[in-house]
């Protein structure tokens, strides 16, 4: 997106752009000052239409979705310029690899020729031995010739290797940041990042939180082995995705630990929610490869609490926790809400 506002036009956005993200409490930095200066000027229908539906969800404009708004509209032309100019630099470097190809096999061809021609030609002649020696170079140049090219061959194609390499690994990079690998969830890091945002807000809009833990993980992994441990947590992750749709908000909290941040919806609400995953959990069948053994032993305990008027993330976590904790006391695999 290009914007060429005059100074004073420039001015009265950010003016506008600055009481919103107080009140909306988004965080000051350049990405969210672009995004909210695009908002109040109105530019972009799509936009507007999509940060005003997220307000209304969410009481605020979480970061995730914000930067996702950012990318979708405010560089949406520069993000493509910039993935067209990369396609036209591997098509390049593919281009120069069967160039250089090309030409290795004719100075090739032509090395052959050439011997050709001198084992004809060492046949005694009027003036062989100046003849032949004269020859002989020339082959010895076009070996080496072709040699340098097939070298240089090579070379393109290592780089046009790296090109994709660095290309994929930029793609995790910028996933791993945010992503479980093992799960495919979002990450603490989000969720912090997120809960506290909303915390801040002056958002009226009810905020509850799930804490969920895997009865007995340790013990399942002594006995199973963490491969097959691994694999719980896998299909744990699918069932949370397959089962809290947006806005919720389902992270792998740590270890055999998990969340759900669900705005909108209140305790009674996200405990319908639990009881549903508990059943799914509670239902898991794995068998194991080798022997061929069904484990049915995996069951998930439940922590519930809704967010309080003036309540800081912490205490909301803290709240969730202590009624994790007292479905544990009470025989695990159940719900508990907080008091």
């Not at 990318?71 to 593919?94: C, G, K, M, P, Y």
């Not at 046949?123 to 062989?128: A, D, F, L, S």
């Not at 009810?206 to 009865?215: R, S, W």
């Amino acid at each position: 997106m290009k914007f060429a506002e005059n100074s004073n036009q420039s001015a009265e956005y950010l003016r506008q752009a600055i009481p919103l993200m107080v009140k909306y409490n988004i965080p000051p930095n350049p990405l969210n000052y672009a995004l909210w200066y695009t908002y109040v000027s109105n530019k972009l229908p799509s936009l507007n239409t999509q940060m005003d539906q997220t307000l209304e969800t969410y009481g605020t404009c979480p970061t995730l979705l914000g930067e996702q708004m950012f990318r979708e509209h405010v560089i949406s032309d520069e993000v493509a310029e910039s993935e067209q100019a990369q396609n036209q630099l591997i098509a390049l470097t593919q281009n120069l690899q069967e160039h250089a190809h090309t030409a290795a096999e004719h100075t090739s061809s032509f090395g052959v020729v050439l011997e050709d021609s001198l084992a004809e030609l060492s046949e005694p002649v009027n003036n062989g031995a100046e003849l032949e020696s004269i020859i002989t170079r020339l082959a010895e140049n076009t070996a080496s010739i072709s040699q340098t090219t097939n070298e240089f061959q090579e070379k393109i194609a290592a780089a046009q290797a790296e090109i994709a390499s660095l290309k994929e690994e930029l793609q995790r990079t910028r996933q791993d940041a945010r992503v479980d690998a093992l799960t495919g969830l979002f990450n603490r890091r989000v969720f912090d990042a997120e809960l506290e945002q909303i915390a801040g807000s002056k958002s009226d809009k009810v905020t509850t939180l799930v804490m969920i833990d895997i009865d007995h993980f340790k013990q399942f992994n002594d006995n199973y082995g963490h491969l097959m441990g691994d694999k719980v947590l896998q299909y744990f992750g699918k069932v949370l995705k397959e089962t809290c749709k947006e806005p919720a908000l389902p992270v792998r909290y740590g270890g055999e630990e998990f969340a759900v941040l669900m705005i909108g919806q209140s305790a009674k609400e996200a405990a319908e929610l639990a009881e549903g995953l508990r059943s799914k959990i509670q239902a898991i069948r794995i068998k194991q490869k080798k022997s061929g053994k069904v484990i049915s032993s995996i069951t998930a305990s439940f922590g519930i609490s809704q967010r309080t008027e003036n309540e800081s993330a912490e205490q909301t976590i803290e709240r969730a926790d202590k009624a994790l904790y007292r479905a544990k006391e009470n025989g695990r695999n159940r719900v508990e809400i907080a008091d």
